[in-house]
């Protein structure tokens, strides 16, 4: 049993609950090295000094919840920006390269559109000319 090291059926939730005060006791560390003593890589540690504001030692999860960043707040004033620069001129470039699948669908949609308006003007175009025609064919009354 270590001090500290909770026992949990998730490990997530285990590490989450757990604090590191093993690390600050000389007799944990030295059990954890003699636990550790077979692993490849060793394990040398000295324990961890308490400092008056870690008097009591929250949990890992405590922890972690505290290097997350609660409320972002942002000020942007280009105005600033250019008074502490002091740039002489703003200048950008936007580089455009040649893109075939672009290209292939444009000229698909510019076909596509070409039908559709053809299809739609060319029946009463056909009809007023075969009207046209049947009138100049038949004898006037």
């Keep these: 049993d270590v001090p500290g090291i909770s026992v949990g059926c998730l490990v997530l939730d285990a590490v989450l609950q757990s604090d590191?005060?093993?690390?600050?006791?000389?007799?944990c560390l030295s059990e954890l090295k003699f636990q550790l003593t077979d692993?490849?890589?060793?394990f040398n540690a000295t324990?961890?000094?308490?400092s008056s504001s870690a008097a009591s030692l929250p949990t890992i999860g405590g922890l972690i919840a505290?290097?997350?960043?609660?409320?972002?707040?942002?000020?942007?004033?280009?105005?600033?920006?250019?008074?502490?620069?002091n740039p002489q001129a703003c200048t950008y470039t936007y580089v455009k390269q040649f893109d075939i699948v672009y290209v292939i669908t444009k000229i698909i949609a510019f076909i596509g559109g070409a039908a559709t308006i053809l299809m739609l003007i060319t029946l009463p175009?056909?009809?007023?000319i075969q009207?046209?025609?049947?009138a100049r064919r038949s004898?006037?009354?």
Excluded: G, R
């Design 20 to 27: 590191l005060s093993c690390f600050y006791n000389e007799s």
């Design 39 to 42: 692993s490849p890589s060793p």
């Design 66 to 85: 505290n290097l997350m960043v609660e409320e972002w707040y942002f000020n942007s004033s280009y105005e600033s920006y250019f008074d502490q620069c």
């Design 125 to 128: 175009i056909v009809t007023n």
């Design 47 to 50: 324990p961890l000094k308490v």
């Design 139 to 141: 004898p006037a009354h």
């Design 131 to 134: 009207q046209w025609l049947s």
